[in-house]
């Protein structure tokens, strides 16, 4: 978890130790913790395709766990960002969220992240899974540990200023979630939003 949180910076309020947490006392006990590859062509092509960070702009990713740890470690090894991971999902494997892609990725891309450098005004990343649909059949027999994001989960407007934030780009794998889209029009009040949907369809168009 220090690796992942090291460069934070003033956003480390909303990095959560949940799903680490979850990991150390997932029940399998046995997910291999694997050599990993190298990055998947979406991640590379979704942050090659981003504008240079900027001081005063805060960077809001909501993105699938798995995509989106990728998208974090692209972050820190092209320009030295370390984003927020603001994930209060507890993975179990009898779950919605059992987390046997997300704990995995986890703990072996620590191993190679780069130093940060605290560069930009700051990045969150949001897991887009943690309202994914559960299928009527399964029901019955599957723990329901999805969540939405309240008030704790990322920083007032009053907390953004106080950062030298004035600008936020947002960015939604798919449609914007009904929370996600709530939180950025409150922000919306005071500061300058831009929020992209659909970047699934955007980055396997250039595939």
């Known amino acids: 978890?220090?690796?992942?949180?090291?460069?934070?910076?003033?956003?480390?309020p909303w990095f959560r130790a949940t799903p680490f947490?979850?990991?150390?006392h997932y029940r399998d006990r046995a997910?291999?913790?694997?050599?990993?590859?190298?990055?998947?062509p979406a991640a590379v092509r979704l942050v090659a395709g981003l504008p240079a960070p900027?001081?005063?702009?805060?960077?809001?990713?909501d993105l699938p766990g798995p995509l989106g740890l990728w998208v974090g470690w692209e972050l820190r090894r092209r320009w030295g960002l370390s984003p927020a991971l603001a994930w209060n999902g507890w993975y179990d494997p009898r779950g919605v969220l059992d987390g046997r892609e997300?704990?995995?990725?986890?703990?072996?891309?620590?191993?190679?992240?780069?130093?940060?450098?605290?560069?930009g005004g700051g990045v969150i990343l949001f897991d887009s899974l943690r309202l994914r649909p559960i299928p009527e059949a399964a029901r019955a027999h599957i723990l329901d540990n999805r969540y939405v994001l309240n008030e704790e989960d990322a920083p007032s407007?009053?907390?953004?200023?106080?950062m030298g934030i004035e600008r936020v780009r947002a960015w939604s794998w798919r449609e914007a979630a009904e929370d996600l889209?709530?939180?950025?029009?409150?922000?919306?009040?005071r500061l300058v939003v831009q929020h992209r949907t659909g970047l699934a369809q955007e980055v396997d168009a250039h595939a």
Do not use: H
């Not at 947490?21 to 150390?24: I, P, Q, R, T, V």
């Not at 997910?31 to 998947?40: E, F, H, W, Y």
């Not at 997300?102 to 560069?119: N, V």
């Not at 889209?181 to 009040?189: E, F, N, T």
């Open 181 to 189: 889209r709530a939180y950025l029009d409150y922000l919306g009040g």
């Open 54 to 61: 900027a001081r005063r702009t805060l960077w809001v990713f």
């Open 21 to 24: 947490a979850a990991a150390n």
């Open 102 to 119: 997300e704990i995995p990725l986890l703990c072996a891309l620590a191993r190679r992240l780069r130093p940060p450098s605290g560069k």
């Open 157 to 162: 407007l009053e907390q953004l200023r106080a």
């Open 1 to 12: 978890m220090r690796a992942w949180r090291r460069g934070c910076g003033p956003l480390e």
């Open 31 to 40: 997910l291999p913790i694997p050599r990993v590859p190298a990055a998947p």
